[in-house]
Nanobody, 114 residues
Framework: QVQLVESGGGWVQAGGSLRLSCAASGIFFSSSTMGWYRQAPGKQRELVARITNTGSTNYADSAKGRFTIFRDNAKNTVYLQMNSLKPEDTAVYYC????????WGQGTQVTVSS
């Protein structure tokens, strides 16, 4: 059974930081591309950042310079370090994995107040 369990969301003031974690089970984690998407109310889900099995990363323009994605294959966990948060970062953040099949977590709410 595949599980992607996000944690670390919450409320923070603008300029603050949060670290999201996604613990995976039931997948070939070390050979999967992992990533984070987000969806704000009334908007489409959008890619925030992803990291391949070889460690290559790419980021949405809105995340560049503020967010960092990294993975720990020994713990089957992918992280998203978010700094200098802005109110427009408020969204539900979803972890995903991609190899042969894509899987999604349930999401974690991030709220940034001005």
């Amino acid at each position: 059974q595949v599980q992607l369990v996000e944690s670390g969301g919450g409320w923070v003031q603008a300029g603050g930081s949060l670290r999201l974690s996604c613990a995976a089970s039931g997948i070939f984690f070390s050979s999967s591309t992992m990533g984070w998407y987000r969806q704000a109310p009334g908007k489409q889900r959008e890619l925030v950042a992803r990291i391949t099995n070889t460690g290559s990363t790419n980021y949405a323009d809105s995340a560049k310079g503020r967010f960092t994605i990294f993975r720990d294959n020994a713990k089957n966990t992918v992280y998203l370090q978010m700094n200098s948060l802005k109110p427009e970062d408020t969204a539900v953040y979803y972890c995903y994995s991609s190899r042969v099949t894509d899987y999604w977590g349930q999401g974690t709410q991030v709220t940034v107040s001005s």
